[in-house]
């Protein structure tokens, strides 16, 4: 276990190279309500950050507004090169660079399995259907579950499901992967699996930000672990710092809290 | 000390046996569903005997009394002394008016071969086995509306011209139906994405246009349409009645889906146009691929609960002077050669049989489909 995290700190941060998203003063308010507040992120290529933080600190707000499901009223957003506007065109574009995977799955249920992997570089991408099929059931294999591809959603367990959504992402060729509490809502024995994937896929060095309170997996497999709380990112350090001298009282107090 | 207990472990696995006679098969069904107590089985008998008590007279009259074969009134008149039963030879005699209307009989050909294509076309669709979906379907929203206008209404080539006002029957019920069935589901479905459209135009346009055609009987619309229309219309446009007919039926018909529709719109999840979009998916491709697939599925019964209602109310039209199935029949009673006291009762028992046949098969058909579309995506 150890040795992972060190193998993976040996690795380190590609600090310095590629940016993949840059944010600058971002700021987001939902009525009168501030949820974000003045964030400042700058993703590298390859990279793994991990977020964390209370319920309602505005983690979800924030990688919702790197795809624009939500529309951010301040700040800059960059990313891979394309920062958001209004425009329709560049959204689109960016949506097509950036995979998301939701806490509850959010699958097509009337589409097969095959079926939900194949909608996005069809009709998106406008890939011929049996090259998108084919891609398909490669990243079937890669979340190994191959064998489910004609089920329906309805027809799986929640791991399987959240492995499809995974699948299903990763179908776009995405440059970067967001998940949003992609655990959250799994009976225990399924989280593992589900976790298994997401390491393999950050060994394989896509660029990945996870909304998620499993801190074994953010040990292992983060270079970075930010804190969030009130709509502001509180404390930001690499994994073995950031649980071992948490700087902030609040980011102690959390980390009490959810390691207890 | 006590003696040490084993765990029980069974050596062998016990042997089905055949259930207890009045457990199961048609007896045991008849005792757990009709007698399973003495107020459960004097409810079935009180039932069996008002089942009876209707639908006895109703045989009587429509089968053993009946008369089924005769030139004119004359079989059809009660026999001194006895009541007559139901007059088939008349709607005998009268069937190909029933069916064609006053459509010429040497151009009826024409319309069967309608009826044929539209037959030809729909149950290979309908059936879901049958593969080539695509061009079927092709078929029924492309080729046949044009191929029936041309059928039907003549002038092309060498058929002769068969004015609408000539058009009558089952025949004109269906045509009624049939186009107020095609046009109201899609016009139906943009005016319910209109009314929840982020675009205030449109969501006012939606809205205005659904209270509007939901606020007024249907035939309120079919009288201002062939009453006042033309009063506003300048001298010499000529608006065919049908076709002023059908667009009311139509409009109506629409708005009503609308609101079916946006109720099974409103049972789609937020989530399902997050995933769409997050997979870069535009507004259209989300709403075809994604939404509106489970949106209608979602209100089968509705939609065909509005299908059932339009085929209904095209009866309607004989306020303006078409004569549908309904007023056809209406018409013929005027034909002294088969007045007989029971020749009314007849036609309407023809009538009310020819509806519910339509109207009962839509029905089973919805539920066959939905229960089919649940087969396929639930465990
Ligand atoms: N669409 C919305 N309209 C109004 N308020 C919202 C909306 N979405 C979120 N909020 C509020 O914004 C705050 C931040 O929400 P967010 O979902 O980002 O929190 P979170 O950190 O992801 O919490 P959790 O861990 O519970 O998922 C919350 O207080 C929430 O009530
Ligand atoms: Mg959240």
Redesign the interface.
């Known amino acids: 276990m150890s040795n992972n995290a060190a193998d993976h700190g040996g690795q380190g941060a590609p600090r310095g190279g590629d940016i993949a998203i840059e944010i600058s003063g971002l700021n987001k308010w939902f009525g009168d309500f501030h949820v974000l507040k003045d964030i400042d992120l700058k993703v590298y290529k390859g990279e793994r950050i991990v977020i964390c933080g209370p319920s309602g600190s505005g983690k979800s707000t924030l990688i919702r507004c790197i795809?624009?499901?939500e529309e951010h009223q301040r700040g800059r957003i960059v990313v891979e090169g394309i920062e958001l506007t209004s425009d329709?065109k560049r959204i689109?574009?960016i949506?097509?660079e950036?995979?998301?995977v939701?806490q509850?799955f959010?699958?097509?249920?009337?589409l097969t399995t095959l079926e939900n992997c194949t909608?996005?570089p069809v009709?998106?991408?406008n890939m011929p259907k049996a090259r998108a099929e084919a891609l398909a059931m490669e990243y079937l294999e890669r979340v190994r579950i191959p064998e489910q591809a004609n089920k329906?959603p309805?027809?799986l367990s929640g791991g399987q499901r959240q492995r499809v959504a995974i699948a299903?992402?990763l179908c776009?060729n995405p440059k970067i992967m967001l998940f949003d509490e992609p655990t959250s809502a799994l009976d225990p024995e399924m989280v593992k699996e589900v976790l298994d994937v997401m390491t393999d896929l950050a060994r394989s060095g896509m660029t990945m930000l996870v909304v998620t309170h499993e801190m074994g997996f953010a040990r292992e497999v983060a270079d970075r672990i930010i804190f969030m709380d009130e709509g502001q990112i509180v404390e930001e350090n690499e994994p073995e710092a950031f649980f071992a001298d948490p700087r902030h009282e609040r980011t102690r107090t959390f980390l009490g809290q959810i390691l207890s | 000390m006590a003696p040490r207990r084993r765990p029980y472990v069974r050596s062998a696995m016990a042997p089905s046996q055949p259930p207890p006679m009045l457990a199961s098969g048609p007896l045991g069904w008849l005792r757990r569903n009709l007698f399973s107590n003495w107020w459960n089985s004097a409810l079935t008998l009180a039932c069996l005997y008002l089942i009876y008590a209707l639908a006895a007279p109703l045989v009587q009259f429509a089968l053993i009394d009946a008369v089924w074969q005769g030139a004119d009134r004359e079989a059809c008149l009660p026999a001194k002394g006895q009541g007559a039963g139901a007059c088939w030879a008349y709607i005998h005699a009268k069937f190909g008016q029933f069916i064609y209307g006053r459509y010429p009989a040497a151009e009826r050909w024409r319309v069967d071969l309608v009826f044929l294509l539209l037959a030809g076309g729909l149950i290979p669709v309908a059936m879901p086995s049958v593969p080539g979906k695509r061009w079927n379907v092709l078929f029924l929203l492309a080729v046949f509306p044009v191929a029936a206008y041309i059928l039907l209404f003549g002038g092309w080539f060498t058929l002769p011209r068969v004015e609408t006002a000539r058009w009558g029957g089952l025949m004109l019920t269906l045509v009624v139906a049939i186009s107020g069935i095609a046009a109201s589901l899609p016009l139906g479905v943009l005016l319910a994405l209109g009314r929840r459209s982020a675009l205030p135009a449109v969501r006012l346009a939606s809205i205005v246009f659904i209270e509007f055609w939901r606020g007024v009987p249907l035939i309120t619309v079919l009288f201002m349409s062939s009453v006042l229309l033309p009063l506003f219309l300048p001298d010499g446009v000529h608006f065919d009645k049908l076709l002023r007919a059908l667009i009311g039926v139509a409009l109506f018909s629409a708005a009503y889906m609308a609101e079916v529709v946006r109720g099974g719109l409103q049972a789609i999840p937020r989530g399902q146009y997050e995933a769409a979009m997050a997979l870069g998916l535009g507004y259209w491709k989300t709403m075809r691929l994604i939404v509106l697939p489970q949106a209608l599925k979602l209100v089968i019964p509705g939609i065909v609960n509005t299908f059932i209602g339009l085929f209904k109310d095209t009866t309607l039209v004989l306020i303006i002077g078409l004569f549908d199935l309904l007023g056809i029949i209406q018409l013929s009673f005027t034909d002294p050669k088969w007045a007989s006291p029971n020749q009314s009762l007849t036609a309407y028992l023809f009538a009310a049989g020819v509806y519910w046949l339509f109207c009962f098969g839509m029905s089973r058909y919805s539920l066959f489909m939905e229960r089919r579309l649940n087969v396929e995506q639930r465990s």
């Open positions: 795809n624009r499901l329709l689109e574009n949506r097509r950036v995979g998301m939701f509850h959010n699958l097509f249920p009337h909608l996005g009709w998106a991408r329906y309805g027809q299903r992402a776009m």
